[in-house]
């Protein structure tokens, strides 16, 4: 990979077959595409289109049958798996449907560890600020059983902007929540990754989200309809 390459994020290829009662099924089949600094692309797709396991081989925490991915020039792959977690921690932020909070740990113990993991200096303040930007200032010490859906992936939003991540992926963050709190969580997933210059690849199945972001990858049985995705 040509190291002045200024992409975020370049799949390559990417392909990945399981086996099934003894059948081989193909989930991805040559999937190449590339995002650059600061887009927000939406992944879409029907149900069992391989939008989720996409997501999965981008993330690193699944390994491909073939192909490749590269984070900033760096090939995911050539790392071992303990070398792929560290550059999750430090490089990637993660923002679930079903929020995928510690339930032992409060919000604002949800959002300092990462924080903490990556040793950085004075986590409780970062996460006191992101709790009191996503609109939690009041609810620091509630554990996830104490908060609402939408409370929840508030907090799960402000976990995933905590350690400044080149890359956010979303899967579905709004498939747990009734409509109005979903386009309230949206909308603040979109004004943080916009003032902090993320670059954001979200998984949905709602055309309303796919449409604020940059562009579209299609996804039908495990191909990319419209190649690169662009307008």
Do not use: W
């Not at 009041?138 to 609402?148: A, G, T, V």
């Not at 890359?167 to 929540?177: C, H, K, M, R, Y």
């Not at 916009?194 to 996804?219: I, M």
Request: net charge positive; hydrophobic share 40%.
């Amino acid at each position: 990979m040509n190291q002045n390459d200024k992409a975020v994020l370049r799949a390559c290829g990417l392909g990945k077959r399981v086996k099934v009662g003894g059948r081989t099924l193909a989930i991805l089949r040559d999937v190449s595409f590339t995002v650059e600094p600061g887009e927000a692309v939406a992944v879409v797709g029907a149900s069992g289109s391989g939008k989720t396991t996409l997501l999965g081989l981008l993330a690193g925490l699944d390994v491909p049958t073939e192909g490749r991915v590269y984070l900033d020039g760096l090939d995911l792959f050539s790392l071992d798996e303990d070398a792929r977690a560290r550059l999750r921690r430090d490089a990637i932020g993660f923002v679930f449907q079903s929020f995928q909070l510690l339930p032992a740990m409060t919000a604002l113990e949800n959002v300092m560890l990462p924080l903490e993991l990556a040793g950085r200096r004075q986590a409780r303040r970062a996460a006191l600020a992101l709790l009191e930007r996503v609109g939690l200032g009041e609810r620091l010490h509630h554990y996830p059983r104490q908060l609402s859906g939408g409370e929840q992936q508030r907090v799960a939003l402000a976990r995933a902007f905590a350690i400044a991540p080149r890359l956010l992926l979303a899967d579905e963050p709004t498939g747990n929540l009734d409509p109005t709190t979903g386009e309230e969580i949206i909308a603040l997933m979109f004004d943080l990754n916009r003032e902090r210059g993320t670059t954001l690849v979200l998984v949905t199945h709602d055309p309303a989200v796919s449409q604020r972001c940059h562009r579209q990858l299609r996804l039908h049985a495990g191909r990319l309809l419209n190649g690169e995705g662009r307008p």
